[in-house]
Nanobody, 123 residues
Framework: QLQLVESGGGLVQPGGSLRLSCVVS???????IGWFRQAPGKEREGVSC????????IYADSVKGRFTTSRDNVKNTVTLQMNSLKPEDTAVYYC?????????????????WGKGILVTVSS
């Protein structure tokens, strides 16, 4: 069983930055890791996905140029650097694992999920 734990959320002003981390444990094989978010009253949205090697990354159009995902397979950690944050980025952010990034960063393609962490962008 794979376990994922998110950290780094909190309150930030518009235009600010936050760095989320996802620590993965339980398996020795590396997985693709996606970041998702869900705002109140909205469906869960795929934000980014990084392949098991880190060589391939995909992003939702809404975050391209502002968010960057990376991974350290020695530390079993995947990060999401979020810059130029907007109020509409406010959501609970989840990391999730699967064997390969699903087309369109579809949440249905993910096998294991963290519990999520709240990010609030507000002045």
């Amino acid at each position: 069983q794979l376990q994922l734990v998110e950290s780094g959320g909190g309150l930030v002003q518009p235009g600010g930055s936050l760095r989320l981390s996802c620590v993965v444990s339980g398996f020795t094989d590396y997985h693709a890791i996606g970041w998702f978010r869900q705002a109140p009253g909205k469906e869960r949205e795929g934000v980014s996905c990084i392949s098991s090697s880190g060589g391939s990354k995909i992003y939702a159009d809404s975050v391209k140029g502002r968010f960057t995902t990376s991974r350290d397979n020695v530390k079993n950690t995947v990060t999401l650097q979020m810059n130029s944050l907007k109020p509409e980025d406010t959501a609970v952010y989840y990391c999730a694992a699967t064997w390969s990034c699903p087309p369109g960063i579809n949440a249905n393609g993910m096998a294991y999920w963290g519990k999520g962490i709240l990010v609030t962008v507000s002045s």
